[in-house]
């Protein structure tokens, strides 16, 4: 009688990293997070200047549809998820 045939090795299967859907994710999280920064000085002076809750809501509202940029905050979260992911300092977006 012969021996079977050896088994070939097997082979490990490839990690799975979902980099599209993390971009999209920082891309988010960078536009909210300049959108913010954007509107907040105008924020703070409505806290400095005190007022009802209705008042500061309504306030706060107004401010933000004044400085809100869409726009600028989607170039800036554009260019930092790309320099992040090109530098690969962005977790998620690393190579290795």
Do not use: H, K, W
């Not at 088994?7 to 299967?13: E, F, I, K, S, Y």
């Not at 924020?43 to 008042?55: I, N, P, Q, S, Y």
């Not at 306030?59 to 800036?76: D, F, G, M, S, T």
């Amino acid at each position: 009688m012969s021996s079977p045939a050896p088994l070939p090795p097997r082979r490990r299967a490839p990690v799975f990293r979902p980099r599209f859907t993390i971009s999209i994710l920082y891309l988010v999280g960078f536009a909210g997070a300049f959108m913010l920064l954007m509107c907040l000085p105008g924020f703070m002076e409505v806290l400095a200047a005190g007022g009802d809750e209705e008042t500061i809501t309504r306030r706060a509202a107004e401010v933000a549809q004044e400085n809100a940029r869409p726009y600028v905050a989607l170039a800036l979260s554009l260019l930092a998820t790309g320099l992040g992911g090109y530098y690969e300092v962005l977790p998620g977006l690393r190579e290795g």
